[in-house]
């Protein structure tokens, strides 16, 4: 990892513009919530404006949650007390429970015009060495993203082994494009806050960037349509000696979901 690319990354605690940014987003989550609590309270709220109400503080708590979650993990991964930690995981069946999770969070209202696509490229249990709540952590943060920049469409989500490295993609069709690729990539976190007021991403990014780092991957983000996001990055994961690999016939199977 270049010298660069480290000063980038230690620069996001000491970052003004990104504490300033926090500090507004979670005033403005809590804002919300003490206002719709006490909404809720109001004898002429119906039990429908009540549930609506109630839907408002939950998305409002998990956002405020998620913004430090990130921001601490970030924080801890500069103080070099962040370490990978392999197990091994069966391949075929490494994200079944994360996109459980993210099938659910589309399930909401919210998102009820957003769909999620997986493609499955492989028809047997092949076992790797890999660093699984780390990648979730990733995944997880890029989810987010698409998530937050796209109101309807798609976020497709796939993943493949070749080299000796698992090869992983999140693709929207939003628009936070230019966004990620400002974040992705500056070498000055503070101007690119000022170009894009959007600490939430800024975090999401960052954090994913050194997790990725820490398991000694890379990652790079192209456009995908006109305003879409493509956010690529592989990561080293050995396959377990004896495991049978055997990739699906069918590459590009697509399952919507």
């Known amino acids: 990892m270049g010298n660069e690319t480290i000063s980038t990354m230690n620069n996001m605690i000491n970052c003004p513009t990104v504490l300033t940014g926090i500090s507004h987003e979670m005033r403005t989550h809590m804002n919300a919530i003490v206002a719709f609590s006490f909404l809720?309270?109001?004898n002429c709220c119906n039990n429908s404006d009540r549930d609506e109400f109630s839907n408002q503080i939950l998305n409002s708590c998990e956002q405020l949650l998620g913004l430090f979650d990130s921001f601490l993990d970030t924080a801890i991964i500069d103080t070099g007390n962040s370490k990978a930690d392999l197990k091994i995981c069966k391949l075929d069946s490494l994200l079944d429970d994360l996109l459980s999770e993210f099938r659910e969070e589309l399930g909401k209202e919210d998102h009820k015009d957003l769909e999620l696509v997986t493609e499955i490229q492989f028809s047997n249990s092949v076992e790797v060495n890999i660093d699984k709540n780390k990648l979730y952590r990733v995944?997880?943060?890029?989810?987010?993203?698409?998530?937050?920049n796209t109101k309807s469409g798609y976020i497709k989500i796939g993943y493949f082994l070749r080299d000796d490295k698992v090869n992983f993609y999140i693709l929207d069709s939003g628009?936070?494009?230019?966004?990620?690729?400002?974040?992705?990539?500056?070498e000055d976190l503070n101007e690119s806050l000022l170009l894009y007021n959007d600490p939430y991403t800024a975090i999401n990014i960052t954090l994913a960037k050194k997790l990725i780092h820490m398991l000694s991957g890379t990652i790079c983000v192209e456009c995908n349509g006109l305003t879409g996001t493509g956010i690529y990055f592989s990561i080293p994961a050995k396959m377990v000696v004896g495991s049978n690999i055997n990739i699906n016939k069918y590459l590009n199977t697509m399952i919507a979901i």
């Not at 995944?139 to 937050?148: A, C, G, H, T």
């Not at 628009?175 to 400002?182: P, Q, S, T």
């Open 40 to 42: 809720m309270k109001d």
């Open 139 to 148: 995944i997880r943060s890029l989810f987010q993203n698409s998530v937050k």
């Open 175 to 186: 628009l936070g494009y230019f966004k990620c690729k400002e974040f992705l990539q500056t």
